[in-house]
Protein backbone atom coordinates (compact mmCIF):
# COMPACT_ATOMS: atom_id res chain seq x y z
CA UNK A 1 0.00 0.00 0.00
CA UNK A 2 2.75 2.50 1.27
CA UNK A 3 4.32 1.74 -2.59
CA UNK A 4 1.14 2.74 -3.88
CA UNK A 5 0.53 6.17 -2.10
CA UNK A 6 4.37 7.19 -3.07
CA UNK A 7 4.00 6.20 -7.04
CA UNK A 8 0.57 8.03 -7.05
CA UNK A 9 1.90 10.91 -5.09
CA UNK A 10 4.73 10.98 -7.58
CA UNK A 11 2.91 11.33 -10.55
CA UNK A 12 0.89 14.16 -8.88
CA UNK A 13 4.02 15.56 -8.21
CA UNK A 14 5.45 15.25 -11.85
CA UNK A 15 1.93 15.83 -13.96
CA UNK A 16 1.90 18.78 -15.71
CA UNK A 17 -0.68 20.49 -14.91
CA UNK A 18 -3.78 22.08 -17.00
CA UNK A 19 -2.33 25.66 -18.56
CA UNK A 20 -4.79 28.61 -17.93
CA UNK A 21 -3.35 30.94 -20.97
CA UNK A 22 -3.16 29.44 -24.65
CA UNK A 23 0.17 30.07 -26.47
CA UNK A 24 0.41 33.39 -27.57
CA UNK A 25 2.23 34.08 -31.25
CA UNK A 26 5.49 35.70 -30.93
CA UNK A 27 4.94 37.97 -34.23
CA UNK A 28 0.86 37.09 -34.76
CA UNK A 29 0.90 38.08 -38.75
CA UNK A 30 3.65 36.03 -39.00
CA UNK A 31 7.37 35.59 -37.80
CA UNK A 32 10.17 37.82 -39.98
CA UNK A 33 12.05 34.77 -41.91
CA UNK A 34 8.93 32.50 -41.89
CA UNK A 35 6.86 34.16 -44.90
CA UNK A 36 5.17 31.27 -46.90
CA UNK A 37 5.78 28.52 -44.31
CA UNK A 38 2.33 27.65 -43.39
CA UNK A 39 3.31 23.55 -42.79
CA UNK A 40 2.07 22.62 -39.10
CA UNK A 41 4.56 21.98 -36.29
CA UNK A 42 5.13 17.90 -35.93
CA UNK A 43 4.54 16.38 -32.53
CA UNK A 44 5.73 12.79 -31.22
CA UNK A 45 5.51 11.40 -28.08
CA UNK A 46 8.56 9.60 -26.44
CA UNK A 47 7.94 6.60 -23.65
CA UNK A 48 6.49 7.29 -21.45
CA UNK A 49 4.91 10.71 -21.38
CA UNK A 50 7.22 13.30 -23.24
CA UNK A 51 6.23 15.65 -25.96
CA UNK A 52 8.96 16.68 -28.70
CA UNK A 53 8.38 19.15 -31.08
CA UNK A 54 10.05 20.19 -34.29
CA UNK A 55 8.96 21.90 -37.63
CA UNK A 56 8.40 25.33 -35.84
CA UNK A 57 6.99 28.21 -38.66
CA UNK A 58 5.49 29.83 -35.94
CA UNK A 59 7.21 30.58 -32.50
CA UNK A 60 5.18 30.92 -29.63
CA UNK A 61 5.02 31.23 -25.47
CA UNK A 62 3.15 29.41 -23.46
CA UNK A 63 2.32 31.21 -20.06
CA UNK A 64 2.57 29.63 -16.81
CA UNK A 65 1.76 32.75 -14.40
CA UNK A 66 1.53 31.91 -10.62
CA UNK A 67 -1.02 32.56 -7.92
CA UNK A 68 -1.22 36.11 -7.60
CA UNK A 69 -0.62 35.55 -3.89
CA UNK A 70 2.57 34.15 -4.34
CA UNK A 71 3.84 36.12 -7.41
CA UNK A 72 7.25 37.51 -7.10
CA UNK A 73 6.90 39.78 -10.08
CA UNK A 74 9.94 38.29 -11.47
CA UNK A 75 9.56 35.91 -14.99
CA UNK A 76 11.61 33.76 -16.73
CA UNK A 77 11.57 32.93 -20.59
CA UNK A 78 12.39 28.89 -20.41
CA UNK A 79 13.65 27.49 -23.67
CA UNK A 80 14.05 24.02 -23.78
CA UNK A 81 16.41 21.67 -25.57
CA UNK A 82 17.02 19.04 -28.41
CA UNK A 83 20.35 19.62 -30.54
CA UNK A 84 18.39 22.54 -32.32
CA UNK A 85 16.67 19.82 -34.16
CA UNK A 86 13.59 19.84 -32.13
CA UNK A 87 12.48 20.77 -28.99
CA UNK A 88 11.67 18.14 -25.61
CA UNK A 89 9.04 20.26 -24.72
CA UNK A 90 7.78 18.25 -21.36
CA UNK A 91 10.76 17.89 -18.75
CA UNK A 92 12.43 20.84 -19.88
CA UNK A 93 9.89 22.88 -20.59
CA UNK A 94 6.39 22.39 -18.94
CA UNK A 95 7.35 21.38 -15.92
CA UNK A 96 9.98 23.72 -15.28
CA UNK A 97 7.62 26.46 -16.00
CA UNK A 98 4.94 24.87 -13.33
CA UNK A 99 7.69 24.00 -10.84
CA UNK A 100 9.30 28.05 -11.18
CA UNK A 101 5.65 29.49 -10.87
CA UNK A 102 4.80 27.35 -8.17
CA UNK A 103 7.29 28.98 -6.65
CA UNK A 104 6.40 32.25 -7.51
CA UNK A 105 7.91 33.01 -10.43
CA UNK A 106 6.01 33.61 -13.92
CA UNK A 107 7.34 31.48 -16.59
CA UNK A 108 6.34 31.27 -20.37
CA UNK A 109 7.81 28.09 -22.33
CA UNK A 110 9.23 28.85 -25.55
CA UNK A 111 8.84 26.84 -29.04
CA UNK A 112 11.42 28.53 -31.33
CA UNK A 113 12.21 28.01 -34.72
CA UNK A 114 14.45 25.51 -35.23
CA UNK A 115 17.92 25.77 -37.56
CA UNK A 116 18.69 22.03 -37.73
CA UNK A 117 15.26 20.19 -37.96
CA UNK A 118 14.99 18.40 -41.21
CA UNK A 119 14.92 20.55 -44.05
CA UNK A 120 15.30 23.97 -42.24
CA UNK A 121 15.83 27.03 -43.97
CA UNK A 122 16.68 28.84 -40.38
CA UNK A 123 19.48 29.66 -38.47
CA UNK A 124 20.36 29.70 -35.06
CA UNK A 125 21.64 33.97 -35.14
CA UNK A 126 18.74 34.77 -37.55
CA UNK A 127 15.73 32.72 -36.55
CA UNK A 128 16.34 31.20 -33.07
CA UNK A 129 17.82 34.02 -31.26
CA UNK A 130 15.58 36.38 -33.09
CA UNK A 131 12.95 34.25 -31.52
CA UNK A 132 14.17 34.59 -27.74
CA UNK A 133 14.68 38.44 -28.29
CA UNK A 134 11.11 38.82 -29.18
CA UNK A 135 10.12 36.77 -26.37
CA UNK A 136 11.95 38.49 -23.89
CA UNK A 137 10.29 41.99 -25.70
CA UNK A 138 6.75 40.32 -25.48
CA UNK A 139 6.64 39.68 -21.84
CA UNK A 140 7.94 42.80 -21.28
CA UNK A 141 5.24 44.57 -23.41
CA UNK A 142 3.10 43.16 -21.02
CA UNK A 143 4.47 43.78 -18.04
CA UNK A 144 1.40 45.26 -16.32
CA UNK A 145 -0.92 43.35 -17.52
CA UNK A 146 1.17 40.01 -16.17
CA UNK A 147 1.83 42.01 -12.96
CA UNK A 148 5.49 41.59 -13.65
CA UNK A 149 8.86 44.06 -13.27
CA UNK A 150 10.18 44.48 -16.88
CA UNK A 151 13.38 44.53 -15.07
CA UNK A 152 13.06 41.04 -13.58
CA UNK A 153 12.62 39.38 -16.84
CA UNK A 154 15.16 36.30 -17.30
CA UNK A 155 16.17 33.88 -19.82
CA UNK A 156 16.79 29.42 -18.63
CA UNK A 157 17.78 27.35 -21.19
CA UNK A 158 18.61 23.50 -21.23
CA UNK A 159 21.54 22.41 -23.82
CA UNK A 160 20.80 23.30 -27.16
CA UNK A 161 18.28 26.29 -25.21
CA UNK A 162 21.23 27.15 -22.76
CA UNK A 163 22.86 27.79 -26.03
CA UNK A 164 20.27 30.30 -27.09
CA UNK A 165 19.86 31.78 -23.49
CA UNK A 166 24.05 32.63 -23.33
CA UNK A 167 23.90 34.20 -27.67
CA UNK A 168 20.43 36.40 -25.74
CA UNK A 169 23.14 37.67 -22.86
CA UNK A 170 26.02 38.10 -25.39
CA UNK A 171 24.13 39.63 -28.12
CA UNK A 172 21.99 42.48 -26.77
CA UNK A 173 19.16 43.37 -28.57
CA UNK A 174 18.99 46.86 -27.31
CA UNK A 175 15.73 48.97 -27.56
CA UNK A 176 15.00 51.07 -31.30
CA UNK A 177 13.01 53.90 -30.16
CA UNK A 178 12.00 53.89 -33.84
CA UNK A 179 11.12 50.68 -34.76
CA UNK A 180 7.37 50.38 -36.22
CA UNK A 181 6.59 47.70 -34.12
CA UNK A 182 5.80 49.35 -30.12
CA UNK A 183 7.64 45.62 -28.76
CA UNK A 184 10.74 46.18 -30.66
CA UNK A 185 10.97 49.25 -29.19
CA UNK A 186 11.79 47.48 -25.91
CA UNK A 187 15.30 46.62 -25.29
CA UNK A 188 15.51 41.95 -25.02
CA UNK A 189 18.37 41.91 -22.35
CA UNK A 190 17.50 39.61 -19.97
CA UNK A 191 18.01 40.36 -16.51
CA UNK A 192 19.58 36.80 -15.55
CA UNK A 193 20.82 33.48 -17.40
CA UNK A 194 20.03 30.23 -15.68
CA UNK A 195 22.10 27.68 -17.96
CA UNK A 196 21.17 24.43 -16.89
CA UNK A 197 23.93 22.01 -18.78
CA UNK A 198 23.95 24.54 -21.37
CA UNK A 199 26.17 24.13 -24.66
CA UNK A 200 28.42 27.27 -24.59
CA UNK A 201 30.26 27.35 -27.72
CA UNK A 202 34.29 28.44 -27.56
CA UNK A 203 33.36 31.33 -29.77
CA UNK A 204 31.46 33.08 -27.10
CA UNK A 205 32.82 36.02 -25.51
CA UNK A 206 31.84 36.88 -22.01
CA UNK A 207 31.86 40.46 -21.29
CA UNK A 208 31.88 42.34 -17.56
CA UNK A 209 27.80 43.59 -19.27
CA UNK A 210 27.07 39.74 -19.27
CA UNK A 211 23.70 39.45 -17.00
CA UNK A 212 24.42 37.75 -13.87
CA UNK A 213 24.01 33.88 -14.36
CA UNK A 214 23.23 30.37 -12.73
CA UNK A 215 24.94 27.63 -13.79
CA UNK A 216 23.81 23.32 -13.06
CA UNK A 217 25.16 21.01 -14.59
CA UNK A 218 25.99 16.98 -13.95
CA UNK A 219 29.65 15.91 -13.55
CA UNK A 220 29.13 12.78 -15.70
CA UNK A 221 27.94 15.41 -18.55
CA UNK A 222 30.35 16.43 -21.39
CA UNK A 223 28.60 19.19 -22.25
CA UNK A 224 28.57 20.75 -19.09
CA UNK A 225 31.82 20.24 -17.88
CA UNK A 226 33.70 22.21 -20.80
CA UNK A 227 30.78 24.80 -20.32
CA UNK A 228 31.09 24.30 -16.56
CA UNK A 229 34.29 26.06 -16.75
CA UNK A 230 33.09 29.05 -18.75
CA UNK A 231 31.45 30.04 -14.81
CA UNK A 232 35.49 30.95 -13.71
CA UNK A 233 35.34 33.37 -16.81
CA UNK A 234 32.42 35.47 -15.62
CA UNK A 235 34.12 35.52 -11.94
CA UNK A 236 37.06 37.01 -13.29
CA UNK A 237 34.42 39.68 -15.00
CA UNK A 238 32.96 40.27 -11.80
CA UNK A 239 29.75 38.71 -13.17
CA UNK A 240 27.69 37.90 -9.94
CA UNK A 241 27.07 33.89 -10.70
CA UNK A 242 26.74 30.97 -9.46
CA UNK A 243 27.44 27.09 -10.11
CA UNK A 244 25.91 23.57 -8.87
CA UNK A 245 27.32 20.26 -10.00
CA UNK A 246 25.27 17.20 -9.25
CA UNK A 247 27.85 14.15 -8.71
CA UNK A 248 27.05 11.42 -11.08
CA UNK A 249 24.64 13.20 -13.24
CA UNK A 250 24.25 13.03 -16.98
CA UNK A 251 23.14 15.34 -19.61
CA UNK A 252 19.36 16.12 -20.10
CA UNK A 253 17.61 15.27 -16.27
CA UNK A 254 15.27 18.40 -16.70
CA UNK A 255 12.37 17.33 -14.39
CA UNK A 256 11.80 13.70 -14.31
CA UNK A 257 10.21 11.78 -12.04
CA UNK A 258 12.98 9.27 -12.01
CA UNK A 259 15.28 12.55 -10.93
CA UNK A 260 16.96 10.94 -8.05
CA UNK A 261 16.52 13.41 -4.45
CA UNK A 262 19.35 15.61 -4.72
CA UNK A 263 18.49 16.55 -8.55
CA UNK A 264 15.10 16.99 -7.68
CA UNK A 265 15.75 19.96 -5.69
CA UNK A 266 17.56 21.76 -8.50
CA UNK A 267 14.27 24.31 -9.11
CA UNK A 268 14.57 25.25 -5.71
CA UNK A 269 18.41 26.05 -5.92
CA UNK A 270 17.33 28.19 -8.73
CA UNK A 271 14.99 30.53 -7.06
CA UNK A 272 17.12 30.51 -3.90
CA UNK A 273 19.71 32.18 -6.29
CA UNK A 274 16.92 34.33 -7.86
CA UNK A 275 16.12 35.16 -4.12
CA UNK A 276 19.78 36.10 -2.88
CA UNK A 277 20.18 38.03 -6.19
CA UNK A 278 17.29 40.69 -5.26
CA UNK A 279 15.29 39.46 -8.29
CA UNK A 280 12.40 38.20 -6.23
CA UNK A 281 11.83 41.92 -4.48
CA UNK A 282 7.74 40.50 -4.55
CA UNK A 283 8.60 38.56 -1.32
Request: proline residues 8%.
Amino acid sequence: MKTIIASLCAAAVFAVAAVAADPILLWPKGAPGSEGKTAPEISRISPPDEEVVTGINAPAITPYLPDPATATGAAVIVIPGGGHHEIWITHEGYRVAQALADRGVAAFVLRYRLAKADGSTYTVMDHSLADVQRAVRLVKSRAAEWHLDPARVGVMGFSAGGHLSVLAGTHIAEANPSAADPIDRLSARPAFLGLIYAYIPPEIVFKADTPPSFFLFGDKDNIGKVSSLRYIELQKLGVPSEIHIFSGIGHGFGIRPTNPPQVALWPQLFVNWLEASGFLKGR
